[in-house]
């Protein structure tokens, strides 16, 4: 099992930019950080919680939604047991909580949100237009 914490949300005016990072713990026997694929949702008030970016256990393939094409970049350090979603050129329509999701069985459908075991608390990312 892996605990997920998020953070490095906040308030930034439209067109800058956050750095969230996902900070992993693994428990129980046999638990390693690296075997797990990772990724990033977001839910926005009233709105469904959906997929912005996922990233392979190794950090060799990534897969972003269109609308982080570009815009954001996911990484991981399993050195660290981290991941990361740097976030450039931010709209107000990305306001939302943002949570770190992890995949204990590299599930192909990588965009949705079942395909994830293990979710953080989310951390409020808000964009002033």
């Known amino acids: 099992q892996v605990q997920l914490v998020e953070s490095g949300g906040g308030l930034v005016q439209a067109g800058g930019s956050l750095r969230l990072s996902c900070a992993a713990s693994c428990t129980g026997p046999g638990c390693i950080f690296a075997s797990y694929a990772m990724g990033w949702f977001r839910q926005a008030p009233e709105k469904n919680r959906e997929f912005v970016a996922h990233?392979?256990?190794?950090?060799?393939?990534?897969k972003y939604a269109e609308s982080a094409k570009g815009r954001f970049t996911i990484s991981r350090d399993n050195d660290k047991n981290m991941v990361y979603l740097e976030m450039n050129s931010l709209k107000f329509e990305d306001t939302a909580v943002y949570y770190c999701a992890a995949d204990s069985r590299w599930r192909f459908r990588v965009e949705s949100y079942e395909s994830y075991d293990f979710w953080g608390q989310g951390t409020q990312v808000t964009v002033s237009s």
């Open positions: 990233i392979n256990w190794s950090g060799g393939t990534t």
